[in-house]
């Protein structure tokens, strides 16, 4: 524990240092976007989210979804799809939260692109990828309706031109909470209903 002089740097651990860490990634995050726009690139939010029941095993899970984004991310199809869109990065960040139907991971992802990108023309691409292999993954029953339906509602989210005082629709709007702190400070966020971050 961080007590005293002695600090232990843990953005898991110890909410001291975690309070510290998240608040230094938002101002990296910051300063991201800013360089961004300032090479003529646009910051695009895409958040990654797969079915999950109450029940679920967290490492297998985690498992999965690791495995569906080294897919996402690999082959010819990654480096069209870069090419196209004209990707030059991304900077990730991995949440956890479990509620009524158990563990729900999902990630944040700041995508650096090419500033004329439609983010609702890329958001249909990526939904189409991230379908095919979170299927491969297992994550994804393709030939249960319901599921399938929900997966495509819910799966992908994208947000073009991104800044650090956006308002992200899923805060309380009494709250000003932007692309920065969805992606560095994650544990600071209230969760919803009886869930648990």
Excluded at 30 to 58: C, E, S
Aim: charge should be positive; glycine fraction near 10%; aromatic fraction near 10%.
């Amino acid at each position: 524990l961080c007590s005293g002089w002695v600090r232990g740097g843990s953005v898991w651990a110890c909410a001291v240092c975690a309070s510290k860490v998240q608040e230094r990634r938002r101002l990296e995050l910051t300063k991201a976007m800013n360089w961004a726009y300032a090479q003529g690139l646009q910051p695009v939010m895409v958040t990654f989210t797969n079915p999950h029941q109450f029940g679920d095993h967290l490492p297998t899970l985690l498992g999965k979804q690791a495995f569906a984004f080294d897919k996402l991310r690999g082959g010819a199809p990654w480096v069209r799809f870069k090419k196209k869109y004209g990707f030059s990065g991304l900077i990730r960040a991995l949440e956890l939260t479990h509620g009524q139907h158990g563990w729900h991971p999902h990630t944040h992802e700041m995508w650096f692109v090419s500033g004329d990108v439609d983010a609702e023309k890329m958001k249909i691409e990526i939904l189409a990828r991230w379908e095919r292999v979170c299927a491969r993954a297992g994550l994804l029953d393709l030939d249960n309706e319901k599921q399938l339906a929900a997966f495509r509602e819910f799966a992908v989210d994208v947000k073009g031109h991104c800044s650090s005082s956006d308002y992200l629709a899923k805060m309380d709007e009494a709250r000003h909470w932007g692309a920065d702190r969805e992606l560095a400070k994650a544990s600071t966020k209230e969760g919803r209903a009886k869930g648990l971050h």
